[in-house]
């Protein structure tokens, strides 16, 4: 699936998972927001970051597209779905180091 937009560096691009019978169309409490689990799903990786005293030797990257992640509270940039014609929904874009844990 093309996106177009691709991340650069050791951004990544995430669909944010919620729990859709928790919370589909209900307001969140905060003390709900702190106990639930920030994960997404991986949809697209850049190349990653450069190695440091290197132009061109890139870091490899701990994450692919597909993978089921999780990801650090309060992390991240939300992308408008406007910023691309292909995606419908707004995505979140990190740093690879904001990803805690992938799901196996």
């Known amino acids: 699936m093309s996106l177009g937009v691709r991340p650069i560096h050791d951004q990544v691009f995430l669909r944010q998972r919620f729990d859709q019978e928790k919370y589909n169309g209900i307001l969140i409490r905060p003390e709900e927001f702190r106990l639930r689990t920030f994960e997404g799903d991986v949809l697209a990786v850049g ?58």
């Open 47 to 104: 190349p990653g970051k450069l190695r440091k005293g290197s132009d061109s030797e890139r870091l490899p990257m701990d994450v692919k597209v597909g993978d089921r992640v999780i990801y650090a509270k309060y992390k991240g940039s939300n992308v408008d779905a406007a910023a691309s014609k292909t995606v419908k929904e707004d995505l979140l874009v990190v740093h690879e180091d904001d990803i805690l844990a992938v799901y196996e």
